[in-house]
């Protein structure tokens, strides 16, 4: 059975790109959702294996507040996914959960490397 992985990011193209590069790796994506709320709710029904979470999105909720939501209902690894990397290096307390950061734009080899080192391939 594949990794069963949840995007969450607010982009269309980006979340679009994304899920194309991951079924090119193997893996299944069971869900996108655009903002903190949809994540939660998606991810409760789904269950992810993995969630892929954009730091900023639609909605009133960000990405590590979502994060932190959709861990504790799942305890799925989270890997956060952001042109803007360097507000980790700012305040490290936002990757709670402890996650990895994969900054865009990335290309396939850059995720399937995140991929390995999450899910072991």
Same mark, same amino acid.
């Given at each position: 059975? =594949? $990794?069963?992985?949840?995007?969450?990011?607010d982009e269309q193209i980006v979340a679009a790109d994304l899920e194309n590069k991951l079924n090119? $790796?193997?893996?299944?994506?069971?869900?996108?959702?655009?903002?903190?709320?949809?994540?939660?709710?998606?991810?409760?029904?789904?269950? +992810? %294996?993995?969630?892929?979470?954009?730091?900023? $999105? *639609? %909605?009133?909720?960000? %990405?590590?507040?979502?994060?932190? #939501?959709? *861990?504790?209902?799942?305890? =799925? &690894?989270?890997?956060?996914i952001t042109a803007y990397a360097e507000i980790f290096m700012r305040d490290p307390t936002l990757?709670? +959960? &402890?996650?990895?950061?994969? =900054?865009? &734009?990335?290309?396939?080899?850059?995720? #399937?490397?995140? $991929?390995?080192?999450?899910?072991? %391939?």
């Amino acid at each position: 059975m =594949s $990794l069963r992985i949840l995007i969450v990011e607010d982009e269309q193209i980006v979340a679009a790109d994304l899920e194309n590069k991951l079924n090119r $790796l193997g893996y299944e994506v069971v869900g996108i959702a655009a903002s903190g709320e949809e994540a939660i709710a998606i991810a409760e029904q789904v269950r +992810p %294996g993995l969630v892929f979470m954009d730091v900023r $999105l *639609q %909605g009133a909720m960000d %990405g590590t507040q979502a994060a932190r #939501q959709v *861990q504790r209902l799942t305890g =799925s &690894p989270i890997i956060f996914i952001t042109a803007y990397a360097e507000i980790f290096m700012r305040d490290p307390t936002l990757m709670n +959960p &402890p996650g990895l950061c994969l =900054s865009k &734009p990335f290309s396939i080899h850059q995720l #399937q490397a995140v $991929l390995e080192t999450v899910a072991g %391939g």
